[in-house]
């Protein structure tokens, strides 16, 4: 993949490296811009195949730490560090809007064309004329990044991904910390969460700024476990002021905080004091960035683009041609806006019920749950939205009946990556969005039915997991939604041959 990503990843035009000899050959020429694609195909298939045997070696008991799938990570991640980036150029994106705070202008305001130059040259179309949906504290680092760095565009880039990377490393750091507070076996969850592919992909070298909110809001978590919640809400509310959609994370410390079985009362005092620490936190965060909430009219900018794996738009797209087609008008766009609306009200009715009458589930699990319905049923489907709930989740434990959807759609994203990398950049592979989500729901299907090691352990598997050491999912008796949550399954300090 990091070979390919010389010839196909997001280069700006003046960025030196792209006059480099074997790099200028990789993307000038035809063969050299055949043989990137197909270097950068095999990579992430190989990353996918490598994934799922490493998954049958954790559920079967021979890898029973995390020190070890920690190493296999950075191993991993090594190649894509330095590269340019691939399946996305929204970094672009970023460093454009942090050039625009560096010269005193309003992000929320202000489009990256604006100020026309060299900060536009690999910034995708969509977002040229768009304001920023971040938080203060995002805006304000990709701000210094350029202060750094200058125009020197990719070395900012660089920089970018660098914060990304801490995001990365606060999951590996929390991920098994919480599964275990959960009663689940930190090994497994690691392997769910922080080696799926799609962290390499979107994470590592699509440097989007969804993994440090990830990695704050997991280390907010976790602090809440700990009995820490003044600092869980202050991490949280850090991870907000990156993206909005952490502070989902605000109602379930709350949960935490408050105990099990808690009266409506208490939690109620506990949300009030976490709403209170988090305007404190943005407050002091936009003062010092020098912004207002006008992050807050942005919110939308996401949802002006289109895309097949959203049920919500695809729905509502394909209802607008069929009343088109039946001669009563384009009405596309106001089934959007109603659809959108009444999905979006779903989700946050549903997450309400969790908060006001919390089931068995425990908090954690609730809270990634409410993040993977904000982003499967939001306006727009990016592969890295599912990792906001899809981490969370990991960390709360799948049931053995989970698992194998889990991985089958990390299969069939890993393949719309490559052939549809975003909903708003141009692509590895040059189909139709349509043509990518059918083939990436038959590489899902064909990846698990196709071999006979991944078909037995995760659709013949119950009873392996059953009989399996340190294969534990979530727990089903009982809540563990308390700080003194139960441990079920420990992580053995060792890890055997």
């Not at 920690?70 to 894509?80: D, G, T, Y």
């Not at 399946?87 to 929320?108: E, H, I, K, T, W």
Request: glycine share 10%; proline share 5%; aromatic share 8%.
């Amino acid at each position: 993949m990091a070979i390919g990503a010389l010839g196909v990843g997001y280069l700006p035009q003046r960025a030196a490296m792209s006059t480099w000899p074997v790099i200028e050959i990789l993307r000038t020429t035809t063969a050299g811009a055949i043989f990137s694609k197909i270097a950068v195909a095999i990579g992430a298939i190989l990353l996918l195949r490598a994934w799922l045997l490493i998954g049958g070696d954790v559920r079967a008991g021979r890898i029973t730490g995390t020190k070890r799938l920690n190493k296999m990570f950075m191993v991993w991640a090594a190649p894509l560090l330095l590269v340019p980036p691939l399946f996305s150029q929204d970094v672009y994106s970023y460093v454009a809007q942090g050039n625009l705070l560096r010269l005193g202008l309003d992000p929320y305001t202000m489009a990256a064309s604006s100020v026309p130059g060299p900060f536009l040259e690999a910034v995708s179309p969509w977002w040229l004329d768009t304001p920023a949906p971040y938080g203060p504290l995002f805006l304000l680092l990709a701000k210094i990044c350029v202060i750094i760095t200058g125009e020197h565009i990719y070395l900012a880039s660089l920089l970018l991904r660098a914060s990304a990377l801490v995001g990365v490393w606060l999951i590996a750091r929390y991920l098994p910390i919480v599964a275990q507070r959960c009663g689940v076996n930190g090994t497994t969850a690691v392997w769910v969460g922080l080696l799926n592919p799609l962290v390499f992909m979107h994470f590592v070298s699509g440097s989007h700024n969804d993994a440090l909110m990830v990695g704050l809001l997991l280390a907010g978590l976790a602090m809440g476990l700990n009995n820490r919640p003044y600092l869980g809400i202050v991490l949280i509310a850090m991870a907000g002021t990156i993206k909005i959609p952490a502070l989902v994370g605000l109602g379930f410390i709350g949960l935490i905080w408050a105990g099990k079985d808690s009266a409506l009362g208490v939690r109620i005092r506990c949300w009030a004091i976490s709403v209170v620490i988090t305007v404190g936190v943005f407050l002091f965060t936009n003062a010092i960035a020098g912004l207002g909430f006008g992050w807050i009219h942005a919110l939308g900018t996401p949802g002006v683009v289109r895309s097949w794996i959203s049920p919500v738009t695809s729905v509502s797209v394909a209802s607008g041609w069929l009343i088109s087609a039946a001669g009563f008008g384009d009405h596309t766009e106001v089934i959007l806006a109603v659809l959108r609306g009444i999905a979006t009200l779903a989700v946050l009715a549903y997450a309400a019920k969790l908060l006001i009458k919390p089931n068995k589930q425990t908090a954690i699990r609730s809270a990634g749950l409410v993040l993977l319905l904000l982003a499967v049923f939001g306006p727009v489907i990016q592969p890295w939205y599912l990792l906001w709930g899809l981490l969370i989740m990991a960390a709360a434990g799948f049931t053995r009946k989970e698992l194998p959807y889990v991985v089958a759609a990390t299969a069939g994203l890993v393949i719309h990556g490559l052939t549809q990398s975003s909903a708003t950049s141009a692509d590895v592979l040059q189909v139709a969005d349509p043509v990518s989500a059918i083939l990436a729901i038959s590489a899902a299907v064909l990846g698990i039915m196709s071999s006979r090691t991944t078909r037995t352990e995760l659709l013949e598997g119950k009873d392996r997991w059953a009989n399996a050491p340190h294969a534990t999912s979530i727990p089903e008796q009982g809540d563990h939604s308390s700080a003194e949550a139960t441990v079920a399954g420990k992580i053995s300090p060792r890890e055997r041959p």
